[in-house]
T-cell receptor, first 114, second 115 residues
Framework: EADIYQTPRYLVIGTGKKITLECSQT?????MYWYQQDPGMELHLIHY???????EKGDLSSESTVSRIRTEHFPLTLESARPSHTSQYLC?????????????FGSGTQLSVL | AQTVTQSQPEMSVQEAETVTLSCTYD???????LFWYKQPPSRQMILVIR??????QNATENRFSVNFQKAAKSFSLKISDSQLGDAAMYFC????????????FGKGTKLTVNP
């Protein structure tokens, strides 16, 4: 089992609320990633980080923001949730990067915005 | 732009039989990596197998093997002696060596294993 944890597992929230999806890993990995996955669709990279104080936007434009203050923690925040944000969000980490090392994925957060 | 296409949204196989999942990709790069990831229902996604484009030999991991056809840009996954625990979504993915950390995924193939 990978030591990467996401909370909450499921979240149902009303429009306009601020939410933070938590992601933590205990493997000491420098690189961390956030993917968005709609049902029956491919995963899209929305944010990634090379290490502390490093954050980059991925391919898919997202209104979410991330921070990386500690190596083990990579939270994702939505300031004002909307129904269009309804999706599954997957966090992942790796030691040497996606090319040289496999990604370890969390169990995901299924977000529903009403 | 890199793309990954999985043309089989769903596949089924009888337990102990062999099944092949298809994947094609498009890239203008010569150095890249290909992956198959497995996502069981309500469980974490895990790496099944990885292939470096510069290696001609097909990767193998126990019952899982790939057929990598670089010229055809094809990367199929063969599962031998299928087990009930193989039931999952399988995602093919591609990344360019030396590029950004942008792993590009296909839409996935849902594999059902019938007892």
């Amino acid at each position: 089992e990978a030591d990467i944890y996401q909370t909450p597992r499921y979240l149902v929230i009303g429009t306009g609320k601020k939410i933070t999806l938590e992601c933590s890993q205990t493997m000491g990995h420098d690189k961390m990633y956030w993917y968005q996955q709609d049902p029956g669709m491919e995963l899209h990279l929305i944010h990634y980080s090379y290490g502390v104080n490093s954050t980059e936007k991925g391919d898919l434009s997202s209104e979410s923001t991330v921070s990386r203050i500690r190596t083990e923690h990579f939270p994702l925040t939505l300031e004002s949730a909307r129904p269009s944000h309804t999706s599954q969000y997957l966090c992942a980490s790796s030691d040497y990067g996606a090319t040289n090392e496999k990604l370890f994925f969390g169990s995901g957060t299924q977000l529903s915005v009403l | 732009a890199q793309t990954v296409t999985q043309s089989q949204p769903e596949m089924s196989v009888q337990e102990a039989e062999t099944v092949t999942l298809s994947c094609t990709y498009d890239t203008s790069e010569s150095d890249y990596y290909l992956f198959w990831y497995k996502q069981p229902p309500s469980r974490q996604m895990i790496l099944v197998i990885r292939q470096e484009a510069y290696k001609q030999q097909n990767a193998t991991e126990n019952r899982f093997s790939v057929n990598f056809q670089k010229a055809a840009k094809s990367f199929s996954l063969k599962i031998s002696d299928s087990q009930l625990g193989d039931a999952a979504m399988y995602f093919c993915a591609h990344i360019t060596q030396g590029g950004s950390e942008k792993l590009v995924f296909g839409k996935g193939t849902k594999l059902t294993v019938n007892p």
